[in-house]
């Protein structure tokens, strides 16, 4: 198999949850590029109907919106339902839902603390298990979780001020590994994307406050994650390329935790 012939995603199917806006909506662009067919899953779904528009338009391969909050188990379970109906198949799943909530760590409000940990801990894994069931019945498939490098550091509190979040994508990053270890008999891999700062809708409150320089000057590369930064790694990740590569987690960050 050559090169362009590993990176290939044509004809795939890929679910991308959180894939209308923001770092979600960067990674699906970028499968669409390498030819996979697109699964737009957000709870917003006209924005998902907007993005799928644009990429049938710019890229030629058919994608649909599905409306689902990650949370729920019924949406979960429409939401894999409806890209095997409509494809056949389900080859790529990017578990990219997610959210946060910022407090006082003294006083942090425990029902934002379960909301945060039952969207990007207990809604990724259950969306997950129910895609592997039917990766398992197609013998492959590629599960690609979002991260942060949040896992791998904390900040001061006039930084960032928002535990579950780390907790959440530190459990991400376990959730990983044991998922990829379990699952490999089945050819199913699961790996871990990791952002730096990128600026989003969600992240967009701290970097664009007074002071958010200090941000980019603890970035080696100078810079916040740009429009195409993500785009080669999910395409890694999604595609034959990284045929001996699972329950790994790689950080995109500008080279900022290596001087955590």
Do not use: H
């Not at 004809?11 to 699964?39: D, F, H, P, Y």
């Not at 006083?107 to 934002?112: C, G, V």
């Not at 050819?187 to 700062?197: E, L, Q, R, S």
């Amino acid at each position: 198999m050559n090169v362009k012939e590993l990176f290939s995603l044509t004809g795939k199917t890929a679910i991308v949850t959180g894939g209308a806006s923001g770092i979600g909506a960067q990674m699906a662009r970028g499968l669409a590029e390498a030819g996979a067919n697109l699964v737009i899953a957000a709870r917003k779904v006209d924005r998902c109907k907007e993005m799928c528009e644009k990429l049938m338009k710019d890229n030629g391969i058919k994608a649909i919106a599905v409306a689902c909050d990650v949370s729920k188990e019924e949406d979960c379970r429409n939401l894999v339902d409806a890209a095997i109906k409509e494809f056949g198949t389900l080859d790529i799943l990017v578990n990219n839902a997610g959210t946060s909530w910022g407090a006082d760590s003294l006083n942090f409000p425990m029902d934002k603390w379960r909301m945060v940990m039952d969207l990007n801990v207990n809604g990724m894994f259950q969306l997950s298990a129910m895609a592997a069931k039917a990766m398992k019945e197609q013998g492959c498939g590629k599960i690609i979780n979002v991260a942060s490098m949040g896992a791998f550091g904390a900040d001061k509190p006039d930084i960032v001020n928002a535990i579950p979040y780390t907790a959440s994508k530190g459990a991400v990053v376990a959730m990983t590994r044991d998922m990829a270890a379990k699952w490999a008999q089945y050819g199913i891999y699961v790996n871990a994307v990791c952002p730096g700062w990128f600026p989003t809708d969600m992240s967009g409150k701290v970097l664009n406050r007074e002071g958010s320089e200090k941000f980019t000057e603890r970035i080696p590369l100078g810079r916040f994650g740009g429009e195409d930064d993500l785009k080669g790694m999910i395409v890694l990740l999604a595609s034959p390329a990284s045929n001996f590569i699972t329950g790994q987690s790689y950080l995109v960050d500008g080279g900022q935790t290596i001087l955590l």
